[in-house]
């Protein structure tokens, strides 16, 4: 799963509207080298974060997780974030909210996939959502070859194993997808409406008063155990708090083009978190179907990079 702030395959990376003081003065090499460390170790923690929330479903089901994650990272933000709620137009406002509702929509319609369908597959059919935004905002010839690569590997995803998916499963992750590129459009037309990152602090707080009802209604009082909120809050430190910070150091030490082609890793990390954490095997053909997807995604964003 992507975190909140976690950037698509295109290269208009959704945490490039922070306010990252520039880089150093560093040997080139070296930093780079430390910016892709620091994106790896970002990408880690959003799947493995997303792995361990599915250990919570037999306990607060797929609603009860999300609205824990959200609402303890909408906490983290209002109080480090402080943002200002003066001095803004309606249109302002229309921005963070609507990327609010993107926000909890990607985040709630994703763990509900990861409740039914393995987290590889889900990770590779929600990619496609940005990867064809990036399709289509690149306007070259080239494109229709990362399109036709990204549908081979949904085809082969389809004949493998994972061709027995949970129809609903499929349908979530394919809307967390098409959430997850309105996520990208929204959250440049909020950031630049708003300083540093009052944005995604604003949007936070709006997808936690969608979620946490859609959680309480779901798991009531198990959202109040110890262990729940426990795990409730290691799972937001690892699909949000680590990440943010991981990502925006990289940030200031990575092209955004580089960046977002290594998130575009984002459907073999999910796959390895899955079998690691849950147990959930991939066959050959799997991986070959990850690999396409994954390549598809580089290279749009590659092609992005050229235009």
Do not use: H
Not at 269 to 289: D, I, Y
């Amino acid at each position: 799963m992507t975190s909140p702030v976690q950037n698509s395959p295109v290269q208009n990376s959704p945490v490039q509207n922070s306010s990252a003081p520039a880089t150093a003065a560093v040997p080139a090499r070296r930093a780079t080298l430390g910016g892709i460390g620091l994106l790896l170790g970002g990408t880690l923690s959003v799947q493995f974060g997303s792995a361990f929330a599915a250990l919570l479903f037999p306990r607060a089901g797929a609603l009860g997780a999300v609205a824990l994650r959200i609402a303890f990272a909408a906490v983290v933000l209002l109080v480090v974030t402080r943002p200002r709620l003066r001095g803004y137009a309606r249109a302002d406002w229309v921005a963070a909210c609507g990327f609010g509702l993107a926000l909890g929509g990607m985040n709630i319609l994703f763990y509900q996939a990861i409740d039914r369908i393995p987290l590889g597959a889900a990770v590779t059919l929600e990619v496609l959502g940005p990867l064809v935004l990036s399709v289509v905002a690149a306007r070259r010839a080239t494109s229709l070859l990362w399109a036709g690569l990204a549908l081979g590997g949904v085809y082969l995803l389809g004949r493998g194993d994972f061709g027995r998916l949970d129809v609903a499963g499929v349908a979530f992750a394919l809307g967390a997808g098409a959430m997850w590129a309105a996520y990208i459009v929204l959250n440049a037309r909020a950031g630049a409406r708003f300083p540093r990152l009052d944005a995604l602090t604003i949007a936070m707080a709006v997808a936690t008063l969608v979620s946490l009802p859609l959680g309480v209604g779901s798991a009531g009082a198990a959202l109040l155990e110890p262990g729940v909120l426990a795990l409730g809050l290691a799972i937001a430190a690892l699909s949000s708090g680590i990440p943010y910070t991981l990502e925006l150091l990289a940030l200031r030490r990575l092209p955004p083009a580089t960046f977002a082609v290594l998130t575009s890793l984002a459907p073999a990390v999910a796959a390895t978190a899955g079998f690691l954490v849950l147990g959930q095997g991939l066959s050959l053909t799997q991986c070959v179907a990850i690999a396409l997807v994954i390549a598809a995604s580089a290279g749009a964003v590659w092609t992005g990079k050229r235009r």
